[in-house]
Antibody
Framework: EPQLVESGGGLVQPGGSLKLSCAAS????????LTWVRQAPGKGLEWVST???????YYVDSVKGRFIVSRDNSQNTVFLQMNSLRAEDTALYYCAKDLTPQWEFDAFDIWGQGTMVTVSS | DIQMTQSPSTLSASVGDRVTITCRAS??????LAWYQQKPGKAPRLLIYKASNLVSGVPTRFSGSGSGTEFTLTISSLQPDDFATYYC?????????FGQGTKVDIK
């Protein structure tokens, strides 16, 4: 059964850095686009970043230049390096996989349980 | 950027009610729209993709329709397990945008 498990969240000071990981199992990782979505406490869902099968990356404007998404197909893991963190980055961060293999723009059929990032002094 | 607007923000309904949630895009997104259900403390669950395609395992009381800029999610007969927050999402070129969510609660 396909599964995604996030890790790496925690408390960090404004301006600090954190690297999130999302470990995948139960599907052919290298053939799917992976995405990070966040949800601030009590708020809605916000798309953050996507990395395609070919390694093309996309970011929401608010994190461009600060976040970097990457993937390691040998480890079946996707990463989100978050730098210059701000209070407004505080959220539960989910990773999610595309519904369809090889597609770049798709709905997300499998989600992890999320990892919490808190940016505060 | 294309904006996605859901209405209503909150909906109070009773078990057995027919429920309709609307999602509007600020410009045409063809049929590249998904609907998700989220319960408190849980990850979102994909219900419908490409506007009207039901995900395997999702009860048939859920249906989606629309294209272009206006879309609807309908629950034909609300069940106790359906009280949750619902999000639409567009997934066309280069960006993925969610609506603000519609909370369906008990009347």
């Amino acid at each position: 059964e396909p599964q995604l498990v996030e890790s790496g969240g925690g408390l960090v000071q404004p301006g600090g850095s954190l690297k999130l990981s999302c470990a995948a199992s139960g599907f052919t990782f290298s053939t799917y686009t992976l995405t990070w979505v966040r949800q601030a406490p009590g708020k809605g869902l916000e798309w953050v970043s996507t990395i395609t099968v070919g390694g093309t990356t996309y970011y929401v404007d608010s994190v461009k230049g600060r976040f970097i998404v990457s993937r390691d197909n040998s480890q079946n893991t996707v990463f989100l390096q978050m730098n210059s963190l701000r209070a407004e980055d505080t959220a539960l961060y989910y990773c999610a996989k595309d519904l369809t293999p090889q597609w770049e723009f798709d709905a997300f059929d499998i989600w992890g349980q999320g990892t919490m990032v808190t940016v505060s002094s | 950027d294309i904006q996605m607007t859901q209405s209503p923000s909150t909906l109070s309904a009773s078990v057995g009610d027919r429920v309709t949630i609307t999602c509007r895009a600020s410009q045409s997104i063809s049929s590249w729209l998904a609907w998700y259900q989220q319960k408190p403390g849980k990850a979102p669950r994909l219900l419908i993709y490409k506007a009207s395609n039901l995900v395997s395992g999702v009860p048939t009381r859920f249906s989606g329709s629309g294209s272009g800029t206006e879309f609807t999610l309908t629950i034909s007969s609300l069940q106790p397990d359906d009280f949750a927050t619902y999000y639409c999402q567009k997934y066309s070129t280069y960006s993925w945008t969610f609506g603000q969510g519609t909370k369906v609660d008990i009347k």
